[in-house]
């Protein structure tokens, strides 16, 4: 069956819109959590690094990343519970030793968790190539796919850990905003210049942020609930 250009449009545009509802769901779930929110940012990015190393199509990509998001809510799904039924997201609810052979997708999901429970409890293996391989193909497996997935997953680390490299040490960015769509469109290419950047959604996760990370630059937005910008801005000045 040919699939026209116009249809894979409309398809990814139908995942686009999925997206952007559960990703708002999840915000809301971690919104006092920016921490795990994070960790969910970064779940997700390397997804789509690594599907890209394997060459997967533009649709299985955008499914990926919503697959990607839909998992983070658990059991308690919500309203994102039909679109598990409309884009066939069974595999990523538990991409775990049940992810079927074959099924690129929630492979590569199973794997960038297993990377990043490596990176949260043993972070001297996960930074640390030989002993990270040794260590995913114990976690993860090294049987068919799964030993190409490893591979091309260790080159996507080793790029990112070259490109952090030229810009070590740029500084460090605090974005507070309560607006969803802000910190995705703002957050990566500030990243990329070599930016720390840590997001939050209000000024009180801010504060409890601010505990552990010491920002050069804060961009807050003007008008949020309870404090705004300026507000948190002279707050942080006067301390």
């Known amino acids: ?27 809301a779930r971690f919104h006092q959590d ?30 990926l990343v919503l697959g990607c998001w839909v998992s983070t809510l658990g059991a308690e799904l ?10 066939d997201l069974h595999h990523f609810l538990d991409a775990g030793e049940s992810a079927p052979e074959g099924h690129t997708a929630s492979q590569i999901l199973n794997l960038v968790r297993c990377y990043l429970e490596l990176r949260a409890g043993e972070p001297v293996v996960a930074h640390d190539p030989a002993l990270l391989k040794k260590a995913l193909d114990t976690t993860f497996g090294k049987d068919g796919e799964k030993q190409q997935l490893v591979r091309r997953f260790l080159a996507v680390l080793r790029d990112e850990s070259f490109l952090a490299g030229l810009h070590e040490q ?11 769509e802000v910190a995705p469109t ?10 720390d950047i840590r997001v939050c959604p209000d000024v ?11 920002p050069d630059i804060i961009l ?4 949020m609930h309870l404090i705004g910008g300026f507000e948190f801005c002279a707050e942080v000045k006067a301390n």
């Open 1 to 27: 069956m040919t699939v026209t250009k116009n249809e894979t449009f409309k398809v990814l545009a139908q995942i686009d819109g999925a997206i952007m509802v559960v990703r708002r769901l999840v915000h």
């Open 34 to 63: 920016p921490a795990a929110l994070e960790e969910v940012n970064i779940l997700v990015r390397y997804c789509q690094l690594l599907a890209g190393r394997m060459k997967l199509s533009p649709s299985d990509i955008h499914r």
């Open 78 to 87: 919500g309203p994102a519970a039909a679109f598990v039924e409309d884009h």
């Open 170 to 180: 740029v500084g460090r960015i605090l974005v507070v905003d309560s607006d969803e």
């Open 186 to 195: 703002l957050a990566p290419p500030l990243r990329r210049e070599g930016f």
């Open 204 to 214: 009180p996760a801010a504060r409890a942020l601010m505990d552990s990370f010491t």
């Open 220 to 223: 807050a937005a003007k008008d």
